[in-house]
């Protein structure tokens, strides 16, 4: 929540001016010398308690219109999830796909897929061959997405290994539809959207309808910014609960590590050895956030160009590492 020291942010074109409290200052200039030189940057706003430090965009379409966020939609469908869990419309996390939803379970499905728990999906270890990174076109050029990702082999044991597939969050994703009995729009919009005041487009959905489970979600960066405080304050939103922070607790416990960035992994964020948990989605999207610190982070930036760990993500890491965290 905004204090009265907060500046509200005017939007000049594709700028945003900055709130700067006297004793941010310095930390702020860091932060502003940092992101310089990073031309695939294109918004980034930082919270610290009640106060805005920081909230530019140098480039991109600016804080106040949607930008697509990418991958960091599986945390939104984490949270959605617990969610669910919350209001006894899944018994919990270890529940199998067999039983909260067997109606997307495919005749021509791999043997053991209805075992699979909400558990594995949601961390991303379904053991089902993956349908991201080389997978991903024809993965999203199949006339069934859901049947597809589950009729793939098994490459590794259920529980078992990180295998980062956006088919995963998307079978989550199906299944939180027939077990609400509400499209994931629907439930994002009146479970989180409505309690934090945001707006919630509707996305790109599959051919049977389901609203894709795990990428191309647009927010605002403000919005953005909004789901960081919220992960921040254990699920809690101007002295509301709009998630339990049991579950949120839950979410930013290690249960995996990502072969690729070596970050743990909980249920749909990720988790820094510094003490960030967030979401992270291709071309460099982030909600991140600190509680010991009480900060919170949205960062947008070109989602066209990609973000490894080896280099632009990794540069990115660093600033939250670095000058970011510095300011808390």
């Excluded at 994002?188 to 389901?210: K, M, S, V």
Aim: charged share 15%; proline share 7%; hydrophobic share 40%.
């Amino acid at each position: 929540m905004l204090t009265r020291r907060t500046f509200t942010a005017s939007i000049a074109g594709s700028l945003a001016l900055p709130y700067l409290s006297r004793a941010s200052a310095q930390g702020a200039g860091d932060i502003r010398e940092a992101i310089a030189g990073l031309p695939q940057l294109h918004s980034i706003q930082i919270q610290r308690g009640d106060d805005l430090i920081l909230a530019e965009a140098p480039r991109g379409p600016g804080l106040d219109r949607p930008a697509n966020i990418k991958s960091c939609s599986k945390s939104i469908v984490a949270l959605l999830l617990g969610s669910a869990i919350a209001r006894g419309e899944i018994e919990d996390v270890s529940a199998r796909l067999g039983d909260v939803a067997p109606g997307i379970i495919p005749s021509a499905a791999t043997e053991g897929v209805a075992d699979i728990t909400l558990e594995d999906l949601v961390t991303l270890r379904a053991g089902l061959e993956r349908t991201s990174g080389p997978n991903y076109g024809a993965w999203v050029s199949s006339s069934n997405w859901v049947a597809d990702a589950l009729s793939r082999p098994m490459v590794a044991e259920p529980g078992g290994r990180m295998l980062y597939s956006t088919g995963s969050t998307h079978v989550l994703g199906a299944a939180l539809a027939e077990a609400t009995g509400q499209s994931l729009l629907a439930q994002a919009r009146a479970r989180i959207g409505t309690p934090l005041g945001i707006e919630i487009p509707a996305w790109t959905r599959d051919p049977q309808g389901y609203y894709l489970g795990g990428n191309e979600m647009a927010l605002r960066p403000t919005a953005m910014l909004r789901i960081a405080m919220l992960l921040r304050d254990e699920g809690r939103w101007q002295g509301e609960e709009v998630i339990p922070a049991d579950w949120i607790r839950a979410s930013t416990t290690p249960r995996a590590r990502s072969p690729y960035s070596g970050l743990s992994y909980g249920y749909g964020w990720f988790l820094s050895p510094s003490g960030y948990a967030l979401g992270r989605g291709y071309g460099g999207q982030i909600i991140a956030a600190h509680p010991g610190r009480g900060l919170a982070v949205a960062i947008t930036s070109d989602p066209t160009q990609p973000a490894r760990s080896g280099g632009y993500f990794g540069t990115l890491i660093r600033l939250l590492n670095g000058p970011i965290l510095s300011a808390g």
